[in-house]
């Protein structure tokens, strides 16, 4: 299997939901924020506790309290109220506490998940290599965010109403068996005793509801994965229409743009259809054992009240413990949606984790380029790059760029030089040979389009260190040098830099940030040879004073050398089919 395919095979529905657990473990154990969690999880597990202890005395308060009403005890009753006033205020209290740690842990559980991703994210390389990683490189923002978001707001739900069902039911459950253990039921003539048979009757109420709550909520778990992709691929499809207004202005491109939204849309609007008819038969089976349940129990303890074997205090004990024996065991009835929303994000969070990991694999079969970092000059050993049906190479086997050197590489359009420059960059692995690269804080690589982040202006010239790592005049003066100095007085303003300006200042902007790291190595893809006069020579006399010991390599296919460049090397492509180089 190639690395491409590899990387395939890890999009939501390729792990296993017990793999996808124990990666969603890993991520959380692995968070700098996991003994925070695990406090707060803690407090609510202790407060879940006491309010199943609360539900118990609440329940055992049911038998006097309506014996008095039946009695017409007025004093009882008013003693009963009494009882009633502590115990609604104790459990008042420990709901308003469960609700704040429920929130506050899914608060914790999203920081821990979100930063391990955006940690797997950034790393090295990464970022760059997702996006050609198939479907689970298209929306990572969206995985990030609001699945992550999802993730962790079911993931504390649901565990809280499984524990607490858990604990209801077993607390329950013996009141229960206790309860209706004398019932004797008379049929034909004949009676008989059957054990416990209140607790019989919750199990099969619940066990059919979950049943079918299972059969008709399974395919939301498909469907919800669905879903998200297609809300991801609309919502991308849209900050891009955005992002380009005005290309599609000057094209007249309104009507295919609005069509191509259309149709994503359509595919988000038919498959959230398809959720609403499950979620619509869904409803009407929880909905009925919802409403049923307020009669079930009565009727299957009518028998033992009207043989006179139960009080009626004890029979409203008996319809309230079995009430909570019930709610305890058809949890599945009313969470088989979010059972299966559940899944589907956990497949996309995790997948999107675990092609992250895989990302740094090479298959056995395919040969990668060694990078070696921290060397002392930029080394280029018998380098090949494996571009689609071809192989790019330099003219010479071995390539030393030292310390002030100007050297230019020059390949014809389509051959393959961004793959080099990223080859060069360490972030195109697929080929073989060796390169040493400097170190990274003394090598800037400047991309045919400048990457502008978002901050202030001061925080753009210092990317990727904190401003504080520089002097404020130092930002002024590279700006003033590099034909910005308009720009000056809005250093500290925050705002989208790569809308505000224009293509031409982004790429004056880039030749100041060069001026404020000043490195010894810069390599540019086509960035320095397609200026107009003024810039380049502008350019060139700040690499011939400020910059004098920087070393530049110009990946390019223009072949016009203005003087500047003291090395000059040709790429050279070799045919897969063919081991003919083609001098280019």
Known sequence: MSQDQSLLASVPGALGTARQLRAYGDAVCGSVGRYKLLLLVAALAVAIGATTIGQLRLNAWYEPFFDAVKNKDLASFIRQIAVFAVVAGVLIFLNIAQTWLDQWTKIALRDCVTRELLLQWFMPRRAFLLAGAGPVGVDPDQRVQEDTRRLTELTVSLAVGIFQSTLLLTSFVGVLWLLS?????????????IPGFMVWAALIYAASGSWLSWRLGRPLIELNATRYARDAEFRFGLIRANEASDGIALSGGELGERVRLEREFDGVIG?????????????GVTSGYGWFATVAPIVAAAPGYFGG??????????VGAFNQVQQALRWYVDN???IADW???LQRVMGLRQALLDLDQTAPSESRIAVIEDEPALV???LTVHVADRLVTVDEPVVAVEPGEHLLIIGEPGTGKSMLFRALAGLWPRGTGRVRLPSRACTIFLPQRPYVPNGSLGEVLA???DPSAFAEKDFACALERTDLHHLVPLLDRVTRWDRELTVDEQQHLAFARILVHRPQWVVSDEALCHLNDDDRRMLFSIFGNELSKT???SISSNDAQYGFYSRILHLTVHPRADATPKKT
């Open 309 to 318: 074997q139960l009080t009626f205090g004890e029979l409203m004990m008996v």
């Open 336 to 338: 088989a949606g979010n």
């Open 181 to 193: 253990r004398g019932f004797v039921f008379e049929y034909g003539g004949s009676s008989f005793h």
């Open 343 to 345: 899944r589907a994000t």
């Open 271 to 283: 498959v959230t259809r398809r959720i609403a008819n499950v979620a619509t038969m869904l409803t």
């Open 551 to 553: 070393a530049v390599v």
């Open 380 to 382: 280029l050993e018998n």
């Open 463 to 465: 990317y990727p260190f």
